[in-house]
């Protein structure tokens, strides 16, 4: 028994300094942002009373949600090594296609949005034809559709106009939430289904002969993180309203709709073809291309799913917003968005990235912003707090290329 424990203490020792040296390697992953989401969360809970609050939580995830999704479809543009200047405004005017589909048209809020998708992803299509089979860089092709879609949205909305939406189920998307039990049943499933494909993973590279992680390690990490997600669960499922006049609890709805777009997202970059060829193609194009694969296809992919998630998008901020205006999709809105893809861990220089980086950079914007908003900094220095982070996270991008070069 007692050689047994010693041998768990020496696997899990072992596992720590072989993940040290990874770091020490400048494979540091998404580290930077966890600390950083921790120590903005102590700071802005310290400093401000109402921060930490359920109420002001639930907010936090819907106010977050657009920017999130945008970065989740910037995720495959920057993961080539690409940009996309367009997807902010991109997403205003699939937000107007629906808006407009709906308010003055009559049609079902599906079908609204199934189109607004799709024109989506046929902007995002005509980027990437002109980007893979043009030659013409993505920063000119989609600064180009930055000032077109600005100029399309100005159209469709007209300037200083707005179009309102009173759909009950697009405004419940950003405006209600979950019961309580709906909540816990999601959380419950969403437990076994990441429990499944973790021992499954671990047990298949076993079988495969391959290196796989540490049980013990993933238990205590599993584990750590279950019991973080459901405190915010119970959190969230407390009265944040003022009852009986007004009730309001529960998980957002908009929750899980990201988390479908995670899992989706998750599974295609790493258990498809497209997420290998999307990750061969970014580290190297030209040895990608030798290997046989189609890169100029996976280009043109690459930027329909971003401007599609784009779309998704945009069905966010007029459910958010009640409405769509020529501003929608526009401001900081893409600042936002690439700052959490990168602030995440994504790498500027493509190759490297996941989606999880994307949530995890869009909660540090969404704290940032949240926190100095209650402590009463004007636009100007939370740009200021934004923009230092970000600038942090490309240096230590940077950094950790080079040390891996050097390698």
């Known amino acids: 028994m007692n050689k047994a424990v010693e041998l768990e203490k020496e696997s899990l020792s072992t596992a720590a300094s072989s993940y040290l040296k990874k770091i020490k390697s400048g494979d540091i992953g998404s580290l930077p942002a966890v600390l950083g989401l921790v120590a903005l969360i102590a700071i802005f809970t310290s400093l401000s009373e109402f921060f930490f609050s359920n109420r002001n939580f639930a907010n936090l995830l819907a106010q977050a949600a657009p920017v999130i999704v945008i970065a989740m479809g910037l995720v495959f543009v920057l993961l080539l090594g690409e940009i996309d200047l367009s997807a902010g405004y991109a997403s205003g005017v699939a937000g107007a296609v629906l808006v407009l589909l709906i308010t003055n048209h009559g049609f079902s809020w599906y079908t609204a949005l199934a189109i607004s998708i799709g024109i989506g992803a046929f902007l995002g299509f005509l980027m990437g034809t002109l980007v ?89 990490k599993t584990v750590g993180l279950l019991v973080i997600v459901g405190a915010a669960v119970a959190a969230l499922n407390k009265e944040r309203g003022n009852p009986p006049e007004f009730t309001n609890k529960g998980i957002p709805i908009v929750v899980p709709i990201i988390l479908a777009i995670l899992i989706a997202g998750t599974f295609l970059l790493g258990s498809t073809a497209f997420g290998r060829h999307l990750y061969a193609v970014g580290g190297n194009a030209e040895a990608a291309r030798r290997a046989g694969i189609n890169v100029k296809r996976v280009r043109i992919t690459a930027f329909v799913i971003c401007s599609s998630l784009s779309a998704v998008a945009g069905m966010l901020f007029a459910s958010r917003m009640n409405s769509i205006s020529p501003s929608t999709g526009g401001s900081s809105t893409l600042l936002y968005a690439v700052g959490a893809a990168v602030i995440g861990g994504v790498s500027l220089f493509g190759g490297k990235g996941k989606m999880r980086d994307a949530i995890l950079g869009g909660l540090v914007v969404a704290v940032i912003d949240n926190g100095m908003g209650l402590l009463g900094y004007g636009a100007g220095i939370q740009f200021l707090v934004t923009g230092a982070v970000l600038l942090v996270s490309a240096s230590v991008d940077a950094i950790s290329r080079r040390t891996n070069l050097s390698n």
Do not use: C, H, K
């Open 132 to 220: 893979a089979r043009v030659g013409i860089p993505s920063f000119v092709v989609t600064l180009s559709a930055f000032l077109a879609f600005q100029g399309i949205l100005l159209l469709l909305a007209g300037e200083g106009g707005t179009i309102p939406i009173d759909n009950e189920v697009i405004l419940a998307v950003e405006n209600s939430n979950l019961t309580p039990m709906q909540g816990w049943v999601l959380y419950l499933a969403m437990s076994i289904f990441y429990i499944f494909l973790g021992l499954n993973r671990i047990f298949a590279r076993r079988r495969a002969g391959l290196t796989a992680e540490l049980l013990n390690l993933w238990i205590i």
